[in-house]
């Protein structure tokens, strides 16, 4: 798993994904991001991600979204989205969900071959389950099974979860430092 864990300027990771694969997409989105993924987003005039559409390695293509401060164009958040379709249409989506509704014991494969490979670099996580949990949609919604993996650090928070249901399927691997 090629992973970017340096805190770095947005121009070495350009060159890094470029390097990994010439092939790869660089895509141009409106993403932002929340206090409640990156509690330190307030400090900092954040510019729109790099964002990056690998090819598939496993079951699912990767997306990198790398969000930087504009002043400085140091990196301040990454996240690894496995993901059919990311940022495909609605319609598109909405018909790929069924298909991706029928395949949870992929998705806990997957879940846990980049956990295994994860704990190999960065240790035991300080908080991990070995199943998916259900939620229960407060607002009416349908339920989905989760699943939460976290290591944290003096430097750094990393958090891998999966989400499979209410219309969305997907692994994702986020950190930043702190």
């Known amino acids: ?18 390097q990994l694969n010439p092939n790869s997409e660089f895509l141009n989105q409106n993403v932002s991001l929340s206090e409640s ?3 330190r987003v307030k400090e900092f005039e954040m510019a729109n991600p790099l964002i990056v559409k690998r090819e598939k390695e496993g079951l699912l293509p990767v997306y990198v979204e790398y969000f930087y401060s504009k002043p400085d164009s140091v990196i301040r958040y990454v996240s690894y989205d496995w993901e059919n379709n990311r940022y495909g249409n609605y319609f598109d ?3 790929d969900w069924e298909l991706q509704s029928k395949k949870l ?15 190999s670099k960065f240790g035991q996580p300080m908080e ?14 349908p339920s989905y099974l989760l699943r939460n993996t976290i290591w944290e650090s003096d430097e750094r928070f ?18 930043y430092w702190k």
């Open 93 to 95: 989506r909405k018909k």
């Open 37 to 39: 993924i990156y509690p």
């Open 128 to 141: 991990q389950d070995s199943q998916p949990q259900e939620v229960k949609s407060e607002d009416g919604r």
């Open 1 to 18: 798993m090629n992973l970017w864990t340096k805190q770095s300027k947005i121009e070495e990771v350009r060159n890094f994904e470029s």
């Open 158 to 175: 990393m958090k891998l979860n999966m989400i499979f249901g209410a219309s969305t399927y997907r692994i994702r691997l986020y950190y």
């Open 105 to 119: 014991a992929e998705y806990n494969a997957e879940y846990d071959r980049i956990k295994k490979q994860l704990t």
